[in-house]
Nanobody, 128 residues
């Protein structure tokens, strides 16, 4: 069983930066593709970005390209989301998720149904 725990959320002002972390336990983290999703009040959970098991590929939704960066440290079993130039529309609960099937490509990783394990989420609030 894989457990994922997010941390690093908080209340910031527009233009600030935050780094979210996701700690993984159980399973074989270095074999998993990992993704970040977010859910704002009253909206569906949406894809933010993903990274393959080897970090060879990263994928981002258009609205965060150039501002957010995903990285991972397989030795530490950690996933990160560096968020710069935050905007009020980035306000949401952010979730990390693990995919165990060696998927590839943006379409694959942006599909939340492809993920097998989810964290509990961390709140990010960006004030204007």
């Amino acid at each position: 069983q894989v457990q994922l725990v997010e941390s690093g959320g908080g209340l910031v002002q527009a233009g600030d930066s935050l780094r979210l972390s996701c700690a993984a336990s159980g399973g074989s983290f270095s074999d998993y593709g990992m993704g970040w999703f977010r859910q704002a009040p009253g909206k569906e959970r949406e894809f933010v970005g993903a990274i393959t098991w080897s970090s060879s590929q990263t994928y981002y939704t258009q609205s965060v390209k150039g501002r957010f960066t995903i990285s991972r440290d397989n030795a530490k079993r950690m996933l990160y989301l560096q968020m710069n130039s935050l905007k009020p529309e980035d306000t949401a609960v952010y979730y990390c998720a693990a995919n165990v099937d060696y998927g590839m490509g943006y379409v694959y990783f942006s599909d939340r149904e492809k993920y097998d394990y989810w964290g509990q989420g961390t709140q990010v609030t960006v004030s204007s």
